[in-house]
């Protein structure tokens, strides 16, 4: 962030995605969508727009040092219980602001969870939320949100999400 000096993550849409307008309203969603979760446990979004000279959407997020709880699960093998647990905590709480403000993530998986680096005394590392690419926004009445189209990762899925007609619930 050349104002601040600040180092920031940038997310730009793949131009091949540009022609496909469902890609383009999702990657707008999850600008939408992420800032308005107020949670330590949910990557910051700090900016969105669309590039002015190229017609690509970027997302200006914090910068996050770390891996995803696929590659470290990978790397490094089982969890102890104890971390096992304080994820959890953090998943909770992260999920909890999301579904406070009515919103579902609808693909959450490890590839979605990020282990970064922590700056707290006493905590080695801090679970970040990613991609709320496609959540779903509950109505502003919290009513239950409807499935229409299966989106997300099958194998993450809850069983509701590829039923149509099924209500999405937090």
């Known amino acids: 962030q050349l104002s601040t000096g600040k180092r920031r993550a940038l997310k730009v849409m793949h131009p091949s995605l540009l022609p496909d307008e469902k890609s383009r309203a999702r990657f707008v969603e999850e600008a939408r969508v992420g800032s308005r979760i107020e949670s330590e446990h949910v990557v910051e979004v700090l900016d969105a727009g669309i590039d002015a000279s ?29 971390q096992v647990l304080d994820l959890m905590e953090q998943l909770a709480h992260g999920l909890g602001a999301a579904h406070a403000q009515g919103i579902i993530h609808r693909d959450l998986k490890p590839e979605n969870l990020f282990l970064a680096s922590s700056q707290r ?8 939320i990613l991609d709320f690419g496609i959540a779903r926004v509950m109505a502003a009445d919290r009513q239950v949100a409807t499935v229409t189209t299966a989106i997300g990762s099958p194998l993450w899925m809850a069983p509701e999400q590829a039923q149509a007609g099924a209500k999405l619930r937090p």
């Open 54 to 82: 190229s017609g690509i959407p970027f997302l200006v997020m914090e910068l996050l040092e770390g891996a995803d709880l696929e590659a470290h699960l990978r790397q490094n093998g089982a969890l102890p219980p104890a």
């Open 121 to 128: 005394k006493g905590s080695a590392r801090v679970l970040k």
